[in-house]
């Protein structure tokens, strides 16, 4: 008999990709499943050509009555709702739906602690994020060793050849290997300085790379202030990117990619591209770091950072030298890495 499993993580953009690798688990383990994905509208896409997942339903939240998602999920007839989201919300669909749920741990104890490190002294890091929604579905083993534990995002020929028209217009007859560069965060605080993505971007095309600002969809503005600073001799701008699937296509286009801790870095290493994390108040310790092959951080160690957890309070040392500290060269050094890796 086919059971009907019901996967929900309505939001942000990074923790929707990294669910990417429990519907390839669920499927190795229960065989004959069909498995449904609920998420917030604007991420309905990004798994909807992932060839382990049977079903994506997407929900607006202006539109979409609590009531009205657990009347989906009554109807839908499950037997089990994997709940990586973890909410009130959630938690409430699944209570009134009657249906049995498993639950990823969220740690936040350990993230607490983490955090109020330099006034408590506690240095235990939160296990991988992809590795505790692994757990909520029954699988234990070593994360990144096995591939089908390293988050993917599967694109369309269609998505695939948008990203190559946009590639060539950022290029514009230029040759060299297009570096796309994501000055914004979420939250300001964990922003790496405009100054340093200008003098980045310069350092780039003084080499004979071509680098691009560009704006995920909800996050505009920052790009263009930085080409504002700069101009455009030897620089690509793009246009803000309508949605996330734009933004995967650009991704996947780009030879590599540097941004700060946010969404698009997870997009980016789930498309296999080379990508740079940039982490200051944050910390890959909380369970965020970038996975794959061809994924990388820098984070500077400061003893104050983590001093957030997902890096939107101010700085309480005034200036954020965890961010200004980590010069354009050490981003240029990490990128030679990625690129020469890529070589051998
Ligand atoms: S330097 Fe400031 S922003 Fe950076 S980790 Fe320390 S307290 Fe936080």
Redesign the pocket.
């Known amino acids: 008999m086919t059971r009907r499993v019901l996967v929900v993580r309505f939001s942000s953009l990074g923790d929707v990709v990294l669910t990417a690798p429990v519907f390839t688990a669920l499927k190795k383990r229960l065989g004959a499943v069909h498995i449904t994905f609920l998420t917030k509208n604007q991420y309905a896409e990004l798994h909807r050509a992932n060839p382990h997942l049977d079903e994506v339903w997407s929900l607006d939240p202006q539109k979409d009555s609590l009531s009205s998602v657990i009347e989906w999920v009554k109807k839908g007839e499950f037997n089990l709702m994997v709940d990586l989201h973890r909410s009130l919300r959630s938690r409430f669909i699944s209570l009134r739906a009657g249906v049995s749920v498993s639950r990823y741990k969220q740690e936040r104890w350990r993230r607490f602690w983490i955090v109020a490190r330099p006034r408590f002294g506690s240095r235990r890091g939160v296990r991988p994020v992809v590795e505790r929604y692994l757990e909520a579905v029954g699988w234990c083993g070593a994360l990144g060793k096995e591939p089908d534990t390293v988050p993917q995002l599967y694109l369309t020929d269609k998505v695939l050849e948008q990203g190559r028209e946009w590639k060539k217009e950022m290029l514009q007859g230029r040759e060299g290997r297009l570096v796309s560069l994501l000055p914004g965060a979420k939250h300001p605080?964990k922003q790496w300085p405009g100054t340093y993505f200008s003098e980045l971007s310069q350092m780039l095309a003084w080499r004979g790379d071509v680098p691009v600002l560009v704006s995920p969809p909800d996050i505009p503005g920052l790009a263009s202030d930085i080409v504002a600073m700069v101009g455009t001799e030897g620089i690509g701008f793009s246009e803000p990117l309508g949605d996330v699937m734009q933004l995967a296509a650009a991704l996947a286009a780009s030879d590599a990619v540097v941004t700060n801790d946010s969404g698009p870095m997870h997009v980016a290493a789930a498309v296999g591209t080379r990508v740079v994390g940039l982490f200051?108040?944050t910390s890959p310790e909380l369970g965020f770091a970038p996975l794959g092959p061809s994924a990388a951080w820098i984070h500077l160690g400061?003893f104050?950072?983590?001093?957030?957890k997902h890096g939107r309070r101010p700085?309480?040392?005034g200036?954020?030298?965890?961010?200004l500290e980590l010069k354009p060269e050490l981003v240029i050094d990490a990128l030679d890495d990625l690129f020469q890796w890529g070589q051998s």
Request: glycine content about 6%; overall charge positive.
């Open positions: 605080p200051g108040p400061h104050c950072s983590p001093c957030s700085c309480w040392r200036k954020r030298f965890c961010l």
